[in-house]
């Protein structure tokens, strides 16, 4: 099955400063990939997400890119703020599934 | 209400008792899924509806037995658990189009202890 892995596990940035967080998966056939932000206490909530046949997407200060070859995709946070601080998660969905495989998730911390 | 709901937002049970939780959802959407989220560990799907039929069981344990009676509503019911069953459980929903399936929204999640 799709195995999603994500990396690093803890980021800690001071605030400004760019965040980037990688993920890799294994089925080729995967086709929709979401980040979720979940701040403590909170649901997990879709910030970004990029389908097989685009290479990048920007949404203000966050874009996500992918590397269908690498099998890999990136968030990338520009200008951080404190409020961005949560656990991130990013997910895929393997060929015609509907079910979103999950990262291990990243703590990011944006010290003011 | 709008979006995904859950009840009850928390839980204690003894490992011999029977409960259930319960999920509403109100996007109109045609799938919903059960994930449970453990500290230090990854959102893990357990189950998913598609149409109010079940089309994903990922071994999860025979403790755990979903009912989807609508579109609408996700019930998880819950029997002799485990102390490590204790974790976060979340309900989604998603709409499944001719693209596949897109983005899920999630329930706040009910806090559970098994005692």
């Known amino acids: 099955g799709e195995n999603v892995e994500q990396h690093p596990s803890t980021l800690s940035v001071q605030e400004g400063d760019s965040a980037v967080i990688k993920c890799t998966y294994s089925?080729?056939?995967?086709?929709?990939f979401p980040w979720y932000k979940q701040e403590l206490g909170k649901r997990p909530q879709l910030i970004i997400d990029?389908?097989?046949?685009?290479g990048e997407k920007k949404d203000q200060r966050i874009a996500v890119t992918l590397n269908k070859t690498a099998k890999h995709f990136s968030l990338h946070i520009t200008e951080t703020q404190p409020e961005d601080s949560a656990v991130y998660f990013c997910?895929?969905?393997?060929?015609?599934?509907?079910?979103?495989?999950f990262g291990q998730g990243t703590e990011l911390s944006v010290k003011p | 209400e709008t979006g995904v709901t859950q009840t009850p937002r928390h839980l204690v049970m003894g490992m011999t008792n029977k409960k259930s939780l319960k999920c509403e959802q109100h996007?109109?959407?045609?799938?919903m899924y059960w994930y449970k989220q453990s500290a230090k560990k990854p959102l893990e799907l357990m189950f998913v509806?598609?149409?109010?039929?079940?089309?994903e069981n990922n071994s999860v344990p025979s403790r755990f037995s979903p009912e989807c009676p609508n579109s609408s509503h996700l019930f998880l019911h819950l029997h002799t658990l485990q102390p490590e069953d204790s974790a976060l459980y979340l309900c989604?929903?998603?709409?499944?189009?001719?693209?596949?399936?897109?983005?899920?929204?999630f329930g706040p999640g009910t806090r559970l202890t098994v005692l």
């Open positions: 089925d080729s056939a995967s086709n929709y």
């Open positions: 990029i389908r097989s046949n685009v």
């Open positions: 996007l109109g959407h045609n799938a």
């Open positions: 989604a929903s998603s709409q499944r189009g001719l693209a596949g399936y897109n983005e899920q929204f």
């Open positions: 997910a895929v969905t393997p060929g015609e599934g509907g079910k979103l495989i």
């Open positions: 509806y598609s149409l109010e039929e079940r089309v």
